[in-house]
């Protein structure tokens, strides 16, 4: 394999700006297209972007990338990759696809073709005969067409990046960790000011503060897809953890704050952040929104509150909207930030939002309403 490959983070829609950030931070150039962000690298970055993206939902391997009108041109392009320097003669690849604006449209066909033309690259190199035996490391192969391109990728990743490895519990509809850790990053929060969340469910956002916080790489307390392929040296991933440890700053300082109105929820709260690490940097609270009591001067609140988009609901969050605004209007050096898909919001909370970002949270379109406080 050369030393010089192409990676692709893929993004949820509406964070492709904050996933190039933190692989500009990484040191890599990259170029941002809708859902990903694509760059070109050392096999090196392989564990440090697993390592460290907070915002991305994946790192893929890009193995080529060519156009494909037809089942045989597609065949052809995919038997001409070299899949041998990245699977290994046992190696498991299974193949999925997605097919958008494009001639060939049946998905089904497309991963069949691809699985084949795979298989007889492998075979051809490896000198195998019959059936590939496929018992050994994980590759995914995915085939993804674009307006007649086609993507060949492998997951490097395994699950998800949001998988940080920490969360024991969760409520009905948990924010997803990647997502809390991109709320975070789109304020200009410090870790010596303080933080709240007075919507805090599992314990989301104060955890993924407190590992911001601290530098504490997301991926430090996970396994990786990567981690097993032979051609990723060791000392790669040895020297990625060490970055890892030598980076992180368990000395500093954090007051941050999760509170929510279901004592059941603060419980899960408190057993997730002691996984993280965490127990003893976030302070947990049962109590509702309209007890909520601010002490310190230029802090930030960061919330994903209920939506009420069930009908019964909307009074309620409504009611809990008003309460929020009625509260920090006495507090204006705070900076606020919410995510809601209530359209009602501004109205509700008594305040029209310094800005606005259209974010999604799952298949929920959103607005992340934002408030920037007047800092002493």
Known sequence: MSNDITLIATAAMGLESVVAAEVRKLGYDVNVENGKVTFNAPVSAIPRCNLWLRSADRVKLQVGQFKALTFEELFEATKALPWENVITEDGEFPVSGKSVKSTL????DCQAIVKKAIAERLKLKYGV?????ETGSLYKVEAAIHKDIATLTIDTSGAGLHKRGYRVGQGEAPLKETLAAALIMLTNWKPDYPLTDPFCGSGTIPIEAALIGQNIAPGFNREFASENWEWIHNRYWENAFEEVEDK?????????????IDHKMIDIAKENATEAGLGDLISWKQ?????????????YLIGNPPYGQRIGDRND???IYQDLGNIMK????????????FHAFEQKYGVKA??????FNGFIQTNYY???GKKH
């Open 317 to 319: 969050a409504a009611e």
């Open 330 to 341: 006495e507090h204006p050096s705070w900076s606020v930030y919410i995510l809601t898909a």
């Open 248 to 260: 992180a700053n368990y000395d500093q300082k954090l007051d941050i704050t999760g509170s929510d």
């Open 370 to 372: 934002q408030y920037f």
């Open 129 to 133: 005969a019959g059936k590939l035996p």
């Open 105 to 108: 449209h049946s998905v089904p």
């Open 287 to 299: 109590m509702q929104v309209s007890d909520l009591t601010i002490r310190k001067e230029n802090g």
């Open 354 to 359: 310094t800005k606005k970002r259209k974010l």
